[in-house]
C-alpha cells in the first residue's frame, strides 16, 4: 500500500515544498484516502488511515484548540496531517508541533502554494492504481489456479503456479508440520528445509489458535500463514516464505491459493483426500525426485526428513508393485495403510496409470527380505475385488540415497519380467527374473530385434503355429501336454510342429537350436506386453 513516505515522494507533492516537523517515526504509515477539511471537529468524519490537507484557517491564535485538533487527529489513526502555511500560519504552529510529537502523528507543512485539488488527484490517482493493480492480480491468479483444477491438473502444479504469481518459496504442510509439498526456488527451499526444525516452530507460533479462526496470518520477513479448510475442517496449512510485496498483497494470493486447494481436494475425493490424497501426491513427488537421481542427494536429504522417514543407519528398499487383476487403483492407500499396521517408515505413491512405488525404510540390523514379505502379504490381506493379485518387484537394498535411481530401475526391470512370470513368493527379486528379465531389460536392443525377426519371422503371420511352439516349449517338450493345452489329437500336433519346423527351416530336436528358439520367443512376447513387436 501507499506510505505517507511514498506521498511525499511523489514528483507533484515533491514541487510543494514539503517538510515533515512532527512524528517522523510514522512516515510508514500506510495512507487509504486524502480528506481535505477546515472544520475542527472533522475527527468524527474520518475512519483512519487519511492524510488530512488543511490550511488551520480556524486554529489560527488559539493554542489550545490546535492542541486539541492533534489529539482528535491521533484518535481518529489518520496516517499524517498536511499544513499549507501561507493563508493562517508563516510557520509551523509550536503548539500543533509539541501535540503532534507527544502522540506520534506525522505533522507535515508545504512551504510552497500547494492546490490541495491536484494534490488530492493525484494521491488518489495512485491508490486507485494500486488496488485496482491487487484486484487484477487477485482475478488474474484465481482464474489461472480455476483452470488448472477444471484440466485435473496435480497438486504440484497448482503450487508452481502460485509461486509463479509469488515470487518466494511455497510450502504445503499438514497439521503435524510435515511437508507435503514445496514449490519455488530450490536453493531457498533448501535452507528453509535444512533448519525445518526451528521453521516449523516458528511457523506453529505464529498459527497458534489464539488466532482468528480460518484468519490468514502474515508474519515477520514476509512470512504469510493461510489455513487449508473445507466444510469447517482444517487439514493443512500454505505458507509462503519471502513474500516481497506488500502484506495485503500477500494475504490475497494465500487466500486465493486457499480456495482453489481447496477445490482440488473436494474434486480429488472429499475429506478422505485431505490426508490420504494431499499424502500420496506428496509421496509420489518424493519418489519421483529419488528414482530418477535428478536431484542431488543433499537437496533430497531435508525434504525426505520432513516428509517423516528416517535416513540416519538405514537400508532402503524401492519396489514397484503392479497388479495383474483389476485396475491398480487404491494400491498406494493399500500399502500405506499395510507400512502403519507393520510399524514400518515408508513412503508410497502412484506411478503411473498402474501401478505404485514404495520405499521402504528399515534399521539396519533389521532383515530386509521378511520385513519387505511381511509387508506385501500385509497388504494383500486388505486386497479388494478390483485388485485380487498383484507382482511386486524389489530393488537391491540401498545404504544411501544416491544409490535408489539404480536401484529403483532394477525394481522396475523385475516388476516387468515377474508379470509374464508371477513368482511363487510375495515379492520377486532380480535373481527369479533370470533369464526373462535379462531378455526383458534387452527388448527394444536393435540387434535383439533383428534376432527376433530371424530366428522367427515366417510365424509373424501364423499365430496359431507360434502358440503351438509356446507350448511345446513351455511344457518341456512335452508333447501330451502341449497337445492338451490345444484340445489336439497328438498327430494333429506333430503335423503342426513338423509345419514350424519347415516354415522356420529348425530341428525341433536340436538343442542348440531349440535354446534360440525359447531365447526368441521370450524376447517376442516382451516386446508383445510392452506395446512393440517386429511385426509392428
Same mark, same amino acid.
Do not use: C
Given at each position: 500500500m501507499l506510505t505517507v513516505r511514498d506521498v511525499l515522494g511523489l514528483d507533484l507533492v515533491a514541487s510543494f515544498g514539503p517538510e515533515v516537523v512532527a512524528g517522523a517515526a510514522g512516515l510508514d504509515r500506510p495512507v487509504r484516502w486524502v480528506h481535505v477539511a477546515e472544520a475542527l471537529d472533522v475527527g468524527v468524519m474520518l475512519s483512519g488511515g487519511e492524510i488530512v490537507l488543511t490550511t488551520g484557517l480556524l486554529l489560527a491564535d488559539d493554542p489550545k484548540a490546535q492542541t486539541a485538533y492533534m489529539e482528535a487527529m491521533h484518535a481518529a489513526d489518520v496516517a499524517a496531517v498536511v499544513v499549507g502555511l501561507g493563508r493562517a500560519f508563516s510557520t509551523t504552529p509550536p503548539a500543533m508541533r509539541r501535540a503532534a510529537e507527544q502522540r506520534g502523528v506525522p505533522l507535515i507543512v508545504l512551504h510552497r502554494p500547494a492546490p490541495f485539488a491536484k494534490f488530492t488527484e493525484e494521491v488518489h490517482a495512485r491508490l486507485l492504481n494500486e488496488r485496482f493493480a491487487a484486484v487484477d492480480l487477485s482475478d488474474r491468479l484465481r482464474s489461472a489456479l480455476a483452470a488448472l483444477n477444471l484440466s485435473g491438473a496435480s497438486l504440484q502444479r497448482l503450487l508452481d503456479e502460485v509461486a509463479a504469481f509469488a515470487g518466494c518459496p511455497v510450502m504445503l504442510v499438514n497439521l503435524a508440520q510435515r511437508v507435503l509439498a514445496t514449490a519455488g526456488d530450490r536453493g531457498a527451499l533448501g535452507e528453509l528445509m535444512r533448519d525445518w526444525g526451528r521453521v516449523s516452530r516458528q511457523v506453529a507460533a505464529l498459527a497458534t489458535p489464539s488466532k482468528a479462526a480460518g484468519s490468514t496470518t502474515a508474519g515477520p520477513d514476509g512470512w504469510i500463514i493461510a489455513p487449508l479448510q473445507a466444510r469447517g475442517t482444517q487439514w493443512a496449512r500454505l505458507l509462503l516464505f519471502g513474500y516481497q510485496g506488500t502484506e495485503a498483497e500477500g494475504r490475497m494470493i494465500a487466500d486465493r491459493a486457499a480456495e482453489a486447494l481447496a477445490v482440488h481436494r473436494l474434486v480429488g475425493g472429499g475429506v478422505q483426500f485431505a490426508h490420504d490424497g494431499l499424502e500420496g501426491e506428496a509421496a509420489q513427488a518424493m519418489l519421483a525426485d529419488l528414482a530418477s537421481g535428478s536431484v542431488r542427494p543433499d537437496q533430497l536429504l531435508p525434504?525426505?526428513?520432513?516428509?517423516?522417514?528416517?535416513?540416519?543407519?538405514?537400508?532402503?528398499?524401492?519396489?514397484?508393485?503392479?497388479?495383474?487383476?483389476?485396475?491398480?487403483?487404491?494400491?498406494?492407500?493399500?500399502?500405506?495403510?499395510?507400512?502403519?499396521?507393520?510399524?514400518?517408515?515408508?513412503?508410497?505413491?502412484?506411478?503411473?496409470?498402474?501401478?505404485?512405488?514404495?520405499?521402504?525404510?528399515?534399521?539396519?540390523?533389521?532383515d530386509t527380505a521378511t520385513a519387505v514379505n511381511r509387508l506385501v502379504l500385509k497388504a494383500c490381506e486388505h486386497a479388494t475385488e478390483r485388485v485380487r493379485k498383484i507382482v511386486v518387484g524389489a530393488g537391491s537394498d540401498c545404504a544411501t540415497l544416491d544409490e535408489l535411481p539404480r536401484s529403483f530401475a532394477e525394481a522396475v526391470h523385475v516388476a516387468d519380467a515377474a508379470m509374464a512370470d508371477p513368482p511363487e513368493g510375495p515379492v520377486?527379486?532380480?535373481?527369479?527374473?533370470?533369464?526373462?528379465? =535379462?531378455?526383458?531389460?534387452?527388448?527394444?536392443?536393435?540387434? =535383439?530385434?533383428?534376432?527376433?525377426?530371424?530366428?522367427?519371422?515366417?510365424?509373424?503371420?501364423?499365430?496359431?503355429?507360434?502358440?503351438?511352439l509356446r507350448s511345446y516349449l513351455r511344457t518341456g517338450r512335452n508333447k501330451s501336454l502341449a497337445a492338451q493345452e490345444h484340445h489336439f489329437s497328438r498327430p494333429a500336433l506333430y503335423r503342426r510342429l513338423h509345419s514350424i519346423e519347415t516354415l522356420l527351416d529348425v530341428d525341433l530336436d536340436d538343442w542348440d537350436q531349440l535354446v534360440s528358439?525359447?531365447?526368441?520367443?521370450?524376447?517376442y512376447d516382451a516386446q508383445q506386453t510392452s506395446g512393440a513387436g517386429p511385426s509392428d
Open positions: 525434504r525426505v526428513r520432513a516428509l517423516g522417514l528416517p535416513v540416519s543407519r538405514r537400508t532402503f528398499v524401492p519396489l514397484i508393485i503392479r497388479p495383474l487383476t483389476g485396475s491398480g487403483e487404491g494400491l498406494d492407500l493399500l500399502f500405506r495403510r499395510a507400512l502403519n499396521e507393520e510399524g514400518l517408515a515408508g513412503l508410497a505413491g502412484e506411478t503411473g496409470a498402474t501401478g505404485i512405488a514404495v520405499l521402504v525404510s528399515l534399521p539396519r540390523d533389521q520377486a527379486r532380480l535373481r527369479d527374473v533370470r533369464l526373462r528379465g =535379462l531378455v526383458r531389460l534387452l527388448r527394444d536392443e536393435p540387434e =535383439l530385434q533383428a534376432f527376433i525377426e530371424r530366428e522367427l519371422g515366417p510365424l509373424f503371420a501364423e499365430q496359431d503355429l507360434m502358440d503351438v528358439l525359447y531365447v526368441a520367443l521370450l524376447a
